[in-house]
């Protein structure tokens, strides 16, 4: 059976779904969180859904729908950024596959676009194992590591040359290219130490956080479409790659 959208289907084609296809993806990734000055709130939404998209191209998957709130408590002081608490966002997450899984589905991979989502996600994702339901969880840093090596600059993490790069293989009329400019302070080439100060990004120094007035951690001008197409494909090959795998087991 070809994978299928969850949000297309009627109920009754929901259940058929549910017992002829054993995983459902769920793609988490934010809607509203800045990505500097060049790349659009939703940027986080698009790599979700294209991920997805190509996931349920390549393995048998149920897709749902992104989650497009979560918890982001990094770009907090930037316009248009939105954040839920960690609480609210893994019960969030608990309650939505409790109910899918009580509908009949079987088995869970969340795609997780995010990097502080992941301590939420994967106390949730602890919480369901422990009741039963078979959850995996895909974390974007963990992906497409083989496609490393297109990426010029090793410094940066966020809105980068590597987040960039995606947005431009996707849909590059939403890049702002008279915008694109790198920012890179001090502490983002201390980002590989293992202790690093905390807190959110800051517009104005002097609060708890770190300065990053343009909400960029790397050096975005050196994206290229090229590039991002070369590391959607990979992370969704390792996605595929798992859930094939694993409806063998």
Same mark, same amino acid.
Request: proline share 6%.
């Given at each position: 059976?070809?994978?299928?959208?969850?949000?297309?289907? !009627?109920?009754?084609?929901?259940?058929? %779904?549910?017992?002829?296809?054993? *995983?459902?993806?769920?793609?988490?990734?934010?809607?509203?969180?800045?990505?500097?000055?060049?790349?659009?709130?939703?940027?986080?939404?698009?790599? %979700?859904?294209?991920?997805?998209?190509?996931?349920? #191209? #390549?393995?048998?998957?149920?897709?749902?729908?992104?989650?497009?709130?979560?918890?982001?408590?990094?770009?907090?002081?930037?316009?248009?950024?939105?954040?839920?608490? @960690?609480?609210?966002?893994?019960?969030?997450?608990? #309650?939505?596959? +409790?109910?899918?899984?009580?509908?009949?589905?079987?088995?869970?991979?969340?795609?997780? *676009?995010?990097?502080?989502? !992941?301590?939420?996600? *994967?106390? %949730?994702?602890?919480?369901?194992?422990?009741?039963?339901?078979?959850?995996?969880?895909?974390?974007?840093?963990?992906?497409?590591?083989?496609?490393?090596?297109?990426?010029?600059?090793?410094?940066? /993490?966020?809105?980068?040359?590597?987040? !960039? /790069? =995606?947005?431009? @293989?996707?849909?590059?009329?939403?890049?702002?290219?008279?915008?694109?400019?790198?920012?890179? #302070?001090?502490? =983002?080439?201390? =980002?590989?130490?293992?202790?690093?100060?905390?807190?959110?990004?800051?517009?104005?120094?002097?609060?708890?956080?770190?300065?990053?007035?343009?909400?960029?951690?790397?050096?975005? *001008?050196?994206?290229?479409? +090229?590039?991002?197409?070369?590391?959607?494909?990979?992370?969704?090959?390792?996605?595929?790659?798992?859930?094939?795998?694993?409806?063998?087991?």
């Amino acid at each position: 059976m070809p994978s299928v959208y969850l949000e297309d289907l !009627t109920w009754d084609e929901a259940e058929a %779904a549910f017992r002829q296809i054993a *995983t459902v993806l769920l793609p988490v990734g934010a809607i509203l969180k800045e990505h500097g000055p060049h790349l659009p709130l939703k940027t986080d939404y698009l790599l %979700a859904r294209d991920l997805a998209r190509r996931v349920a #191209q #390549q393995a048998e998957v149920i897709v749902c729908p992104p989650l497009t709130f979560g918890y982001y408590p990094a770009f907090v002081h930037f316009p248009g950024s939105t954040s839920l608490s @960690a609480d609210t966002f893994r019960e969030i997450i608990v #309650q939505i596959v +409790e109910s899918l899984a009580r509908n009949g589905a079987q088995r869970f991979v969340v795609l997780n *676009t995010g990097v502080s989502t !992941t301590g939420p996600l *994967t106390v %949730a994702a602890n919480n369901l194992a422990s009741r039963g339901i078979v959850i995996a969880l895909a974390n974007i840093l963990d992906l497409g590591r083989a496609a490393d090596a297109v990426l010029e600059s090793r410094i940066g /993490s966020h809105a980068n040359e590597h987040e !960039t /790069s =995606m947005v431009l @293989a996707i849909d590059a009329s939403v890049v702002r290219a008279d915008k694109l400019a790198a920012e890179i #302070q001090p502490w =983002m080439t201390e =980002m590989r130490q293992p202790v690093r100060q905390a807190g959110p990004l800051l517009r104005q120094p002097g609060r708890a956080g770190v300065f990053c007035p343009s909400g960029v951690i790397g050096d975005p *001008t050196r994206a290229t479409a +090229e590039k991002g197409e070369a590391i959607l494909s990979a992370m969704a090959a390792d996605v595929a790659r798992f859930c094939g795998e694993w409806r063998a087991v």
